[in-house]
């Protein structure tokens, strides 16, 4: 398929988008590593360059879109064509978890050669976890693994009190 190239464009350069996109906030960290693995191989597939991945997490929506409050926010900064674009957004309307998206034009003619990538197999990694959002740490609803509390039980044997120790202040006291 011949791709129409804008005349704008300066030959050997690519155009600079971030794409933000939601998904529905049930969605599982595995759902998650799907999607962002279909828009990897899009953006690589048709010689685009990822700059940057980054998972946001759940947030609260500004207002309700498909009867959701919540959802889970990834950011993705990548080089490529208005091809690379269209095919992007036509997956976004056929992935079931995907709410709303957004693409933006942040910058034109740019040489892929300029702009490093600070994406790595972490990142990718990073970015396919979603951690628990705070209402849901603060009312005990968020898993231990993203609390920060590798301790599952009542945190009772966390503090030592002893009578000893009661007992010593006051003999200090009668001394003085």
Do not use: C, H
């Not at 050997?12 to 794409?19: A, D, P, S």
């Not at 991945?53 to 947030?59: A, M």
């Not at 997956?91 to 990538?117: A, E, H, Q």
Request: charged fraction near 40%; glycine fraction near 4%.
């Amino acid at each position: 398929m011949a791709t129409l190239v804008s005349l704008a464009d300066v030959p050997n350069t690519l155009r600079e988008y971030e794409t933000i996109y939601i998904l529905r906030p049930e969605t599982i960290n595995e759902k998650v590593a799907e999607v962002n693995s279909r828009v990897k191989a899009i953006i690589e597939e048709r010689g685009g360059k990822i700059i940057k991945v980054d998972n946001w997490g759940k947030r609260k929506l500004a207002y309700e879109i498909k009867k959701e409050r919540k959802g889970i926010y990834l950011f993705w900064q990548y080089l490529g064509s208005a091809e690379i674009v269209a095919e992007f957004e036509r997956n976004m309307r056929m992935l079931d978890p995907v709410m709303r998206y957004m693409t933006i034009k942040t910058d034109t003619d740019v040489s892929s050669g300029t702009r490093d990538t600070e994406v790595t197999d972490e990142t990718y990694e990073k970015a396919s976890t979603t951690a628990a959002d705070e209402e849901e740490m603060m009312l005990g609803r968020a898993p231990d693994a993203y609390s920060g509390d590798s301790d599952s039980d009542d945190d009772d044997d966390d503090y030592n009190y002893s009578d000893d120790d009661s007992d010593s202040d006051d003999d200090d006291k009668e001394d003085n």
